[in-house]
């Protein structure tokens, strides 16, 4: 599976958007990027999901590279329920890794109010 | 869509004891996976169902773990001889397009 590069931690203000950067510089052309966040002490909960075109769900926007290199989580309005920790994970979907997550270290993202 | 359900959502044992947890899928869900989260470190992948086949194992899965599916719907996951170092969350997930995870077992083995 494709590794992604994530930073450790980001600071969010309450009702601004935060911005998680992803790098995949290795991705597959069938690998799909999914965004999971866990908030302590559940499981994780899926985000967002995108191939090639910027996508957009009640939750978050996903904005992919032209390259598919690398991809930009924004949740438009941050709320202290935000914070948690975020997963950027490449997966081809079902196809030879049976779609199972590789997941890194993630972003600790922490809404202040 | 009732959600992946767990059970139990925490189990405290002896070193050497077994455990079994128990993962139920969304209803027609074909994919089963289970992971296990250690504090502080992203899932990590153990195994990997379709229906009832086991079709991947990951070299995490000791000869002390089995897993199965019978009949395609809920799964079981069995520790054996447990050790202290199998302290950890296991986290079961189903999908059709995509993983939906339940809220994960915690195992404290003392």
């Known amino acids: 599976d494709a590794k992604t590069t994530q930073p450790t931690s980001m600071d969010c203000a309450e009702g601004r958007a935060a911005n998680l950067p992803c790098n995949h510089s290795?991705?597959?052309?069938?690998?799909?990027v999914y965004w999971y966040r866990q908030i302590h002490s559940q499981g994780p909960q899926y985000i967002i999901h995108?191939?090639?075109n910027n996508e957009t769900n009640e939750m978050a926007s996903l904005i992919i590279t032209e390259d598919r290199k690398s991809s930009t989580l924004i949740l438009p309005h941050a709320t202290l329920r935000d914070t948690a920790v975020y997963y950027c994970?490449?997966?081809?979907?079902?196809?030879?890794?049976?779609?199972?997550?590789?997941f890194g270290q993630g972003t600790i993202l922490t809404v202040h109010p | 869509d009732t959600g992946v359900s767990q059970d139990p959502r925490h189990k405290i044992t002896k070193r050497g004891q077994n455990v079994t947890f128990r993962c139920d899928p969304i209803?027609?869900?074909?994919?089963l996976y289970w992971y296990r989260q250690t504090l502080g470190q992203g899932p990590e992948f153990l195994t990997y169902?379709?229906?009832?086949?086991?079709?991947?194992k990951s070299r995490l899965l000791s000869d002390r773990f089995s897993a199965e599916r019978p009949k395609g719907s809920f799964s079981t996951l069995e520790i054996q001889r447990t050790e202290q170092g199998d302290s950890a969350m296991y986290l079961c997930?189903?999908?059709?397009?995509?993983?939906?995870f339940g809220a994960g077992s915690r195992l404290t083995v003392l």
């Open positions: 994970i490449v997966s081809d979907a079902g196809g030879t890794s049976y779609g199972k997550l590789t």
């Open positions: 995108g191939l090639k």
């Open positions: 209803s027609e869900h074909n994919r």
């Open positions: 290795t991705i597959s052309g069938n690998e799909y």
């Open positions: 997930a189903s999908s059709r397009d995509r993983e939906s």
């Open positions: 169902f379709q229906n009832e086949a086991q079709l991947e």
